[in-house]
């Protein structure tokens, strides 16, 4: 298991890389094929597209730099950037404009990783974290534009979201975080980041609980009908 996705690993890293240097590829570039293929698909589409790539690239390139490749991000705080975890950082950077002013925080963390060249194993075990529910979030968008909001498939997918993205953001992040503040190498700079990083994740995790107890209600409701239909049936 650890070879294969190890070998995923340099496949993705070894293709991205020699693309970039032969036709400059980013992620911009890679919207734009997006467009280009797709032409009957509106900017958003084609943005929440790019969004369920990047998402699952950054995971797994993040899950092999700590489990994988090593180190892991608990026993390695404040070391010395290793060259896997620059081209991970590198990777999820090479973003639109756009998109670098909605990840302000997590952009900050990942330059000042690559300046000081430290911090890259805590940066990237983070990175996994906050992308890991991108793909559920991207996946309910296009639903409600389909007209399934109201299905049971839906609400599944919000309750999905939801569990993901509060047990990494509010369980998980915090002992990540506990670690870089406690440890003596880390950059002021980083500690800085982390905590804002955090402040911003539970801000965001009360909107997502709020849309959780909403989702788990609607199921309940949907399976108090169904109970219904079946006891006059």
């Known amino acids: 298991m650890k070879l ?11 293709y991205f890389v020699l693309q970039a240097h032969k036709e400059k590829l980013r992620w911009p570039s890679i919207l734009r ?50 060259a896997f975890q620059k081209f991970v950082l590198s990777c999820d950077l090479s973003e ?20 000081t060249n430290v911090s890259g194993s805590e940066v990237v075990g983070c990175l996994f974290g906050a992308e890991v529910s ?44 506990w670690v870089v503040v406690a440890s003596p190498k880390p950059p002021q700079t980083i500690k800085v980041g982390a905590v804002l990083l955090q402040i911003i994740s539970w801000t965001w995790s009360f909107f997502v609980a709020k849309k959780l107890f909403a989702a788990f209600k609607h199921l309940r409701q949907n399976d108090n009908q ?5 006891k006059t049936e």
């Open 33 to 82: 094929l997006v467009v280009k293929k797709r032409p009957e698909a509106d900017g958003e589409v084609a943005c929440r597209l790019l969004a369920i790539l990047h998402a699952v690239l950054v995971c797994i390139l993040s899950a092999l730099s700590n489990l994988v490749i090593g180190p892991w991000a608990y026993s390695a705080v404040g070391e010395v950037n290793t």
């Open 134 to 177: 991108n793909p559920f979030l991207q996946a309910r968008w296009f639903m409600l534009e389909a007209g399934l909001r109201e299905t049971r498939a839906c609400r599944i997918i919000e309750v999905t979201f939801a569990l993901v993205f509060l047990s990494c953001r509010v369980f998980w992040a915090p002992t990540l975080l």
């Open 4 to 14: 294969a996705l190890l070998s995923l690993g340099v496949f993705l890293g070894l």
């Open 96 to 115: 639109p404009g756009l998109m670098i002013g909605h990840h302000g925080a997590s952009i900050f963390c990942c330059l000042l990783s690559l300046m």
């Open 226 to 230: 169904e109970s219904k239909l079946q």
